[in-house]
């Protein structure tokens, strides 16, 4: 009985000690992508298999050109979390997908901030041939399950390799899409803008929704990207602080972006990133007063989270205190992954000639099946050691991995001082460090 009241004592003060440390930020919703890039995801197509498991969770629309051939029927999600948590408890789909999905995301339901009532946060695309043979889209834009209220348009054509024009194309070709949220514990219809092209050359639609969030603690500004613009729920929650250097129209790059649960350091305090709060129109920050020396993170300067798995061909453990005392190059990549593949000879050739009594290669495979990893290290002869992140490691869900390849520099002492490294850029660190 003395233990369980000492654990309930503590845990109500840790709950306190964090509740105490939070700020809540009150956000403004900005159009366009701010100091962001744009990035672009794919139009989510319905699968005609009457078998099919997700069958159950597709929208029901009408109002599709009776005279469209090639007819495909998709959607576009703007809350992901929610989305699922729905379908579960409407029983589209079973407790084993839901709990399997947990896991994948790494996420913990937020049940106090999810709607228990079904909400609007899927929107329905139907795209097909006129009777010219030409490409006609139409988008559920008010979201009523009915889309011959809707607006009928051929997609514009956009070069993806081409960056110059990028922004300015989605941004003046958004239309306003309505959907609902949760707002103060009721639910709202909200409205985001959403733009979708064609690349011809790729043959396939990447859309987004041009829109971004900003705030402000202690006169500093801070932007907030939703979920890459892939949705605008903010359910996984980058953020930069803005200075001269992203001002005027100029872009972050990646590496100084800040993810969920990483830190941003403003007029001398520390503050944890943990993301916005989309009922209460917050992000959540917790400041901490531990130095950053003793803060785990994948920014540089910060400590590489500690890590246990096995090595891939030779099954023993490694962990990441077996390379204390000298630098480790960690390769978190995929066997499908392109970048990540035209790497491989890169890697090779390195690995090959460095001097592994101060420098290690360790890669983490993710995303891949044995089969295929076993393959990919006999095609390529990789013969420095890889781990298969897996759902017992965690490897990958541990260091927060959303993007391939991703590369981390750890110094002897298990400090970050380098992130994404490749190339040209590998190769010139490698050698200022050999010289050491």
């Known amino acids: 009985m003395k233990n369980m009241l000492l654990f309930i004592c503590v845990f109500f003060n840790t709950l306190s000690y964090a509740q105490k440390n939070t700020i809540e930020l009150q ?32 929208l029901q629309f009408t109002g599709i050109p009776t005279s469209w051939t090639d007819v495909t029927l998709g959607e576009i999600g703007t809350n992901s979390y929610q989305t699922e948590y ?20 790494n996420w913990v339901p937020d049940t106090l901030n999810l709607s228990k009532k079904p909400l609007k946060c899927k929107i329905a695309i139907a795209y097909g041939k006129d009777a010219s043979g030409e490409t006609k889209m139409v988008v559920d834009a008010n979201n009523n399950l009915d889309l011959s209220d809707d607006v009928i348009f051929t997609p514009k054509e956009i070069d993806w390799t081409d960056d110059s024009n990028k922004d300015s194309l989605f941004i003046k070709n958004a239309m306003m899409v309505s959907y609902e949220r ?147 190059f960690l390769d978190f990549w995929g066997v499908w992954c392109k970048p990540c593949v035209q790497e491989l000879p890169n890697l090779k050739n390195i690995y090959d000639k460095i001097d592994k009594s101060k420098l290690e290669i360790l890669g983490i495979v993710c995303e891949s099946t044995s089969d295929a ?13 890889q781990i298969l992140s ?44 050999m010289v050491q």
């Open 86 to 105: 729905q379908n579960y408890l409407l029983g589209n789909i079973t407790r084993e997908r839901y709990e399997r999905l947990q896991k994948i995301l």
């Open 27 to 58: 956000i403004t919703t900005k159009k366009g992508y701010g100091p962001f890039n744009w990035s672009i995801r794919g139009i989510e197509t319905y699968s005609k298999e009457e078998n099919n498991p997700l069958k159950k969770t597709y």
């Open 182 to 328: 949760l707002s103060g514990n009721k639910i709202i219809q909200e409205k985001a803008p959403f733009s979708i092209m064609h690349s011809k050359s790729a043959d396939r639609y990447g859309c987004n929704f041009p829109q971004y969030a900003t705030t402000q603690l202690d006169g500093e500004e801070i932007a907030i990207c939703s979920d890459d613009f892939t949705s605008p729920s903010y359910n996984s929650t980058s953020m930069v602080l803005v200075d001269d250097s992203i001002r005027n129209g100029k872009k972050v790059t990646y590496d100084n972006i800040i993810l969920m649960d990483e830190y941003i350091k403003i007029k001398g305090n520390v503050y944890k990133n943990k993301g916005v709060n989309w009922n209460k129109n917050v992000l959540l920050l917790e400041k901490t007063n531990l130095p950053q020396d003793q803060l785990y993170s994948t920014q540089v300067g910060f400590k590489a989270f500690i890590f246990e798995g096995q090595n891939f061909k030779t099954k023993s453990n490694i962990s990441l205190d077996d390379y204390k005392g000298k630098y480790l």
């Open 390 to 433: 897996d759902e017992t490691n965690k490897i990958k869900i541990n260091y927060r991995i959303i993007g391939y390849p991703t590369t981390l520099l750890i110094n002897p002492k298990g400090i970050i001082v380098a992130k994404n490294l490749r190339g040209e850029r590998l190769e010139n660190k490698i050698k200022e460090l």
């Open 373 to 385: 990893v076993e393959k990919m290290i006999d095609k390529y002869s990789i013969t420095w050691p």
